[in-house]
């Protein structure tokens, strides 16, 4: 992509209700438009880091037999009625609105209900199971208080997935197969060793849920870490108890800041059974079906990223899913042979299927530089007069501004090997 | 993807309030769910059958220098206001809630009034422009009455995409590129013969916008169709003046039954007067944006093509669409030697790309067929222990049902070649 036919532009001012670091990061850089709080557009830059994102996630839940299907935004009040969760004083985060041909109607702000429902379609007997379903879907939140940028809105993209099994056994093997891929899709983002399998509350049927917990400073959640054995209490639960079951001390524990990126919890036979999800056994006699749900803000964990990779000059991206793996910056010093060799330092990238974001722009060095800095692309390739003199490129890399000259004949193995 | 790991079955009944071909169609294959009326979930044969849609508008959009974006279902009552569409007697398909926070709040049933006023952070000179960006958005729409399945819902995606010119020459030549790109988009979806472009009323500035109507039995518009100009005039501007317009005589016209698949809209500058969107000239003169609106029913269209691709046994997908472009059936008859050369058939295809639903049931002949024609995938690769005593398989064209013997050695390149 030409900068020069980018539409979004970086701007130096945010709207002054920002605070949040990620919010502010990604207005200035083009990647997100606030439509009101708590409420984000995703532009093409931003957009791209999101698909990239989702594809990883994508990939994963595939990995454990997911299989991809999108719901919808309105939903019928008598499905939330069965389960008791249509009443404002049990779900307090509702969109309602009236349907002109009568009754009211609500907005999605989760899905285990309708699809539970929708369930019953395809599940009758046993050998229907098991089944894992999972979607990307734009949640609606009433919040009263949206907050921390795009980590908490009243409209975000969540991958939820919701797995159904005929007996226990089968069930919890699930359950531990989803933990496993949530760990493996931290990993490829780059904050594994940061994110931690939290001990959270359960509900009627199990003791605990677990939630996906990364540290990060500027995150909503105290979490107590127990970094040897990888694991972390919620404030919640942090009791004598738990830390028995656990096996682990009080003194072993570290507090830290931490943000949400993943939740799973474990229904047992308690959802189906509100819903109305009943699976036949080999002998015919009907129970309810096993069900759990797998969580992933995919929005979410956008901001987060940005909160843990940035610094004073911007954003740091991974090249797992920054907007594009490469920068190319030319500084031409109004001389054409540049312009004309930095042209063919991107077609050549294009040949060989390596995207880069090329700024072409007639612009100074220093604002190239510091557009490049904040929008935080990982690899740059600066093309001048002095390059080219020199017969190659200066590769610069965002994450501790290291640079390297590169001969022509190297460029494309120095770009397919990078990675950070 | 085995279909025994599929989780949607072939249904033989639909909810008795469908009556259209297009749902009844889609929900007994397994493709969609319908949540209410006008309100369907996607299920994986239809997310993929969207999907591929929806790559096929994108490179054509992309082709035209489109910028893929993505704006909030969320909408603030203020941007509406200043542009006299928030009035329930202006624009009467408005879901509307409040926010917990305090205040009206919107649903997205279109976005020309938000992407406009989000511009204004980009568009400052001349030199900013042209710009086009689309998306591919769920759209909400509180429609008195659903009908036609998916061809009018309260629920569904649109690719709509905006432009912005700084004059006007600029404006109507991207106003032609999009017309060609649209019927790029109809052409590589098998109804580039059946899509007119029709002449349908202005706004206050233009005389004509112009709809992209398909000839469709069921449709629920009417055009009078001039196959020679390969033009089509709708209902509301059939006047003589209309037809000295196009110098085309009454009598040439043929009324058809159709459904709009496509509709693009010149606003001129009166769209940004009212949103305040001006622009700087070379002399630093200020004047409203010129601006179009384009968009593209993705889920219409996939009902609008299921009316128009099946018979009586069920749906026809051409390739470029189709969920999987091959569909392998075993009929193994308790014969394993079967099992395991369709098991091997179906790695063969995948280790060469080719994505394949693959019937691998116990289930009778009968039934594999009967599911497999209403399905609907264009190529069907049959194993049995006939074709294996012949040392090949039998390739079955659904959309006319034609069988030719492919010996082993054939088969990649057979499907590889094949496309309707």
């Known amino acids: 992509m030409r900068q020069s036919h980018l539409f ?6 945010v709207p002054k209700d920002e605070v949040s670091k990620n919010a502010q990061l990604l ?4 990647f997100i438009h606030k439509e009101m709080a708590g409420v984000y557009a995703y532009l093409p830059l ?3 880091v999101v698909e990239n994102i989702k594809t990883i996630v994508r990939e994963e839940m595939n990995a454990i037999s997911g299989q991809e299907i999108i719901m919808t935004a309105l939903q019928r009040k008598e499905i939330w009625e069965r389960t008791g969760r249509w009443s404002d004083e049990v779900v307090d985060v509702w969109f309602k609105s009236s349907l002109k041909a009568g009754g009211e109607i609500g907005f999605g702000w989760s899905h285990e209900e309708p699809i539970g429902e929708m ?8 050998k229907d199971l098991p089944i894992s379903v999972y979607q990307f879907q734009t949640k609606l939140r009433n919040e009263l208080r949206a907050r921390s940028g795009i980590m908490r809105g009243r409209e975000f993209v969540m991958k939820d997935m919701y797995s159904f099994a005929a007996d226990e056994k089968k069930h919890l093997a699930y359950y531990e197969s989803a933990k496993k891929a949530y760990m493996k899709v931290f990993e490829r983002l780059g904050i594994g060793s940061d994110t931690f399998i939290t001990f959270a ?17 500027t995150g909503e959640d105290a979490i107590y870490v127990n970094r040897e054995k990888g694991i972390a209490v919620n404030e919640e639960v942090l009791t004598n108890e738990t830390l028995d079951n656990l096996g682990v001390t009080r003194e072993s524990l570290e507090k830290v800041n931490s943000a949400e990126v993943g939740n799973i919890f474990n229904f047992g036979q308690q959802k189906a059974r509100d819903i109305g999800l009943v699976v036949r056994d080999a002998k015919g006699k009907e129970s309810p079906v096993w069900m759990g749900s797998y969580g992933i803000g995919i929005t979410r964990l956008l901001g987060v990223l940005v909160e843990k990779f940035s610094d004073a000059k911007g954003m740091m991206w991974n090249t797992s899913i920054a907007p594009y ?10 001389n054409n042979d540049v312009v004309s060799e930095a042209d063919r330092l991107y077609d050549l990238l294009k040949e060989h299927g390596i995207e880069a974001l090329y700024d072409d722009r007639d612009e100074r060095a220093g604002e190239k530089f510091a557009d490049s800095d904040l929008i935080g692309i990982p690899l740059r390739f600066v093309i001048s007069e002095k390059t080219i003199s020199q017969g190659g490129v200066e590769a610069v890399r965002r994450h501790d501004g290291v640079s390297t ?3 022509e ?3 494309i193995e120095y770009a397919t090997n990078f990675a950070v």
């Open 8 to 13: 979004t532009k970086t701007r130096k001012t």
């Open 201 to 217: 509350s359960g509900g009627a049927f199990t003791k605990f849920s677990h939630e996906f917990q990364t540290i990060c400073e």
């Open 119 to 126: 369930m019953k379609n395809y599940i009758t007997s046993y």
């Open 409 to 411: 004949s190297s460029i």
């Open 405 to 407: 000259f590169v001969p």
């Open 325 to 334: 793996p490469v920068h190319i910056v030319s500084i031409t010093g109004g």
């Open 46 to 48: 931003g957009l791209r």
């Open 27 to 30: 207005i200035r850089a083009g």
